[in-house]
């Protein structure tokens, strides 16, 4: 097993089916450009092998799929039948929704017991000025089909100073009522926002502004979380529970265990790294000649986790795979 001086090891690896989406959300995609896929993709099989060569070189116990918009992607199907059957002990799909319940049959055919939905409000308006595609409706259907078929939903809410703080208490209320736990994500210093300074602060919510508006409604209290979670969960009493990716306010470096691979090859030890590993070459070769090679690339992907705190990053979050 690959592990640092910090005691990190990989167990979570996120693999980015494909860059393109059917989104262009503001903080993430600066051009608007949606759907485009990265040209030299690798297919669902190499991909696929990517993930076991991984769970055997890199220990890797979890599996979340995510893009771009997984489910964009005609490599869903085979990846997902190809992943299932290699013993991971959790595997799970993070989708903005806008398709989710036209693919729910095959999801649920494939074992997914866990989607994290991206939702940043509940405003139709608002919604088509942050996405810049898609339909809100379509997303809210689509996750009460979902929950009906037995899924365990999260919502992902990214709260931006000027454009959706009026949501926090109307997501929140509306995932308590259905039993969604709601995650806010602090901005995160990625893509053109790590070299942004003023976009990125005129933005940013921290975790403390959060729970001061949610304070003022709810009395909560802190609750447990596995040791190496990214979010810092809380309990309404008697409501649910909804958390906070604060990773700016509290960093969770120091117990990272991710580690993503790019729909186009590339390793990523590190959100907050320029460094990526190119392993597209590897998933070629038979398991006896890939393996050696892809645990060297392993240990520089784990040097390159940052030790205390995420410091920005240039690529953005739909190519190395939110
Ligand atoms: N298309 C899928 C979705 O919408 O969930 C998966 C990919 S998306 C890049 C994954 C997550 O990254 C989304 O929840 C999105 O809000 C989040 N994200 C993208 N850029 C971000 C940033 N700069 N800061 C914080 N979260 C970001």
Same mark, same amino acid.
């Given at each position: 097993m690959i592990v640092d001086r910090q005691g990190r090891q990989f167990r979570n690896l996120r693999v980015?089916?494909?860059?393109?989406?059917n989104y262009a959300c503001t903080y993430c995609v600066p051009n608007g450009k949606r759907l485009v896929a990265a040209q030299d993709e690798l297919s669902a099989e190499a991909m696929a092998r990517g993930v076991a060569y991984l769970i055997e070189?890199?220990?890797?116990?979890r599996l979340r799929i995510t893009g771009g918009e997984p489910l964009v992607s005609p490599k869903l199907e085979t990846f997902m039948t190809a992943v299932g059957q290699m013993g991971l002990a959790d595997i799970s799909l993070t989708t903005n929704g806008q398709l989710l319940a036209k693919k729910l049959p095959l999801l649920v055919d494939a074992g997914i017991r866990r989607i994290n939905v991206s939702l940043d409000t509940l405003d139709a308006d608002a919604f088509r000025s942050i996405?810049? $595609?898609?339909?809100l409706a379509t997303v809210l259907s689509g996750m009460d089909q979902a929950r009906a078929a037995g899924i365990k939903i999260k919502v992902n809410m990214v709260p931006l100073r000027g454009q959706n703080l009026d949501q926090v208490m109307p997501l929140l209320d509306y995932c308590l009522e259905r039993g969604y736990e709601l995650r806010f994500i602090e901005l995160m210093r990625m893509g053109h926002l790590a070299s942004d300074s003023n976009a990125f602060l005129q933005q940013f919510v921290s975790l403390k502004q959060l729970l001061s508006q949610i304070g003022e409604r709810y009395e909560y209290l802190q609750a447990d979380a596995p040791v190496d979670a990214t979010a810092v969960r809380y309990e309404i009493p008697g409501r649910g529970y909804f958390g906070v990716i604060?990773?700016?306010?509290?960093?969770?470096c120091r117990t990272c265990s991710r580690l993503r691979l790019s729909s186009t090859g590339w390793l990523h $030890?590190?959100?907050?790294?320029s460094n990526r590993h190119y392993v597209g070459d590897l998933l070629d070769k038979p398991r006896h000649q890939a393996l050696p090679a892809l645990q060297r690339l392993l240990v520089k992907a784990l040097g390159d986790?940052?030790?205390?705190?995420f410091s920005g990053g240039a690529t953005i979050m739909k190519i190395i795979g939110g």
């Open positions: 980015s089916l494909t860059s393109a989406c070189a890199a220990g890797i116990e996405a810049r $595609g898609g339909d604060a990773n700016e306010s509290v960093p969770f $030890g590190c959100l907050s790294s986790k940052q030790e205390v705190a």
